[in-house]
């Protein structure tokens, strides 16, 4: 189900055809090093996450993350949306596009995109990202959206560190 086009991409919801891709995203070395193992490691566990997971989102929140393809070939090159997750008072912006796309605007392209759908159709005035502190990419996006540094998030060791970002709606 497409929920956004523009001129380079098209957003739609995942479904659990979706599942090689993610075997593939959520491999991928950055998603590795920022994001972490999801012990995902074929289509099955694949599916599973799916499903417990953005999938699930869906149904208990009405908003998920959503995939993000190219439009001229259809090619699947990332995810971009929101989660509620429990350790946020906001929902959580988030995204990951598998490195072949990186430096070509798609990131920048689908996450104003998703903002603004979320903004529209959810009512969004505030939302938060979590990022690692070398994620120097996803900070320069982030901050090109409109989100600004807000803190750091607690964890047990110093090696997971979170920097929260926060994005709110100018009234």
């Not at 593939?24 to 193992?37: A, F, M, Q, R, T």
């Not at 605007?105 to 938060?128: H, P, R, W």
Request: glycine content about 8%; some cysteine; charged content about 20%.
């Amino acid at each position: 189900m497409t929920i956004i086009e523009t001129e380079r991409i098209v957003i739609d919801r995942i479904t659990l055809d979706d599942a090689a891709f993610f075997v593939e995203l959520v491999n991928s070395p950055d998603w590795l090093h920022y994001i972490g193992d999801r012990n995902v490691s074929n289509v099955d566990d694949a599916r599973r996450f799916l499903q417990d997971g953005f999938l699930k989102s869906y149904s208990d929140h009405k908003f998920g993350y959503y995939i993000v393809r190219t439009a001229l070939d259809n090619v699947r090159i990332g995810i971009c949306g929101f989660l509620q997750k429990p350790n946020l008072k906001n929902p959580d912006f988030g995204f990951a596009l598998l490195p072949g796309y990186y430096g070509q605007g798609f990131a920048t392209e689908s996450c104003q995109a998703v903002l603004d759908y979320g903004i529209n159709t959810f009512k969004f005035v505030m939302l938060d990202a979590v990022i690692t502190p070398d994620n120097w990419r996803s900070r320069r996006l982030l901050q090109k959206l409109g989100f600004q540094p807000s803190g750091i998030i607690d964890t047990q060791t110093s090696e997971n560190q979170r920097v929260l970002y926060r994005w709110q709606l100018a009234i």
